[in-house]
């Protein structure tokens, strides 16, 4: 279950400075209070990891889609 669990921006932020610090998968596992698989997994979105880029599709995607609607409306008038 733990690898199908969204993990959060905070702890992807946490992730960026633990792999800044040089931290072991196994020792940021235990600081989040999550499986290394996960660590593991979520370490393979990017490298270097940079919790920005994994959080990056979902974001990116509201972003331009709100980006454009403001675009649309802005030139309707």
Same mark, same amino acid.
């Given at each position: 279950?733990?690898?199908?669990?969204?993990?959060?921006? /905070?702890?992807?932020?946490?992730?960026?400075?633990?792999?800044?610090?040089?931290?072991?998968?196994?020792?940021?596992?235990?600081?989040?209070?999550? /499986?290394?698989? $996960?660590? /593991?997994?979520?370490?393979?979105?990017?490298?270097?990891?940079?919790?920005?880029?994994?959080?990056?599709?979902?974001?990116?995607?509201?972003?331009?889609?709100?980006?454009?609607?403001?675009?649309? $409306?802005? $030139?309707?008038?």
């Amino acid at each position: 279950a733990d690898l199908l669990s969204s993990i959060p921006y /905070s702890e992807r932020i946490k992730i960026e400075t633990f792999c800044e610090l040089g931290l072991a998968n196994a020792q940021m596992a235990e600081q989040l209070k999550r /499986s290394p698989s $996960t660590i /593991s997994y979520e370490l393979s979105r990017c490298q270097p990891y940079q919790a920005e880029l994994a959080q990056g599709d979902l974001i990116n995607s509201e972003a331009t889609f709100w980006h454009f609607v403001t675009l649309q $409306t802005l $030139t309707t008038f």
